[in-house]
């Protein structure tokens, strides 16, 4: 049986810091096109057989390689007028395979709204799981990683930094 997996776009996005961090000042293009690329590489939705329908609010903005995208089973839709969130509704309600239907979001709005379709709904953790688990952290990244520096080095750092401006003022 294969799935079809309809993601909030930019609420994924919110929740992938690699792919968009905490900044607001970073372009949305490069990011959507690295959470599509992702999709293509890692295959959060499983089986190459899945399709996978990204939804993001606005208008047709992107200048990507299509073609190869639905080679790969993913469709990019944009929400025109209405937000994400009502086209994944309109979507979902519109679809015959609400058995084989799975909608990524964070969303908990959206996430009622389709729970009376009867569809299920799975949080974007749980969506990124199992490819989160096959490639774990760079060892930067890890929580495990010391974060403080010693005390010895904290003075280090201090000693050069007064041997350096007090030489300028």
Known sequence: MTMHFMLD??????????????????????????????LAKYRPQGSE????????????????????LRKKGIQVIFSDEKSADDKIF????????????VVVTDDRELSERIGYLKVKVVSIQEFL??????????AAARDDVKKRLSPNEEWKITEELK???LKRT
């Open 9 to 38: 776009g930019y609420n994924v996005l919110m929740r992938i810091p690699e792919l968009f961090g905490k900044r607001v000042d970073i372009p949305f293009e490069p990011t959507r096109e690295g959470l599509l690329q992702f």
């Open 129 to 138: 799981s199992k490819v989160i688990a096959k490639y774990p952290k760079p």
């Open 163 to 165: 041997k350096i401006w």
């Open 90 to 101: 309109q979507m979902v309600q519109d679809t015959e395979r609400h058995r084989e239907t």
């Open 49 to 68: 057989k899945n399709d996978v329908s990204v939804v993001f609010d606005g208008f047709t903005a992107m200048k990507m390689d299509w073609q190869t």
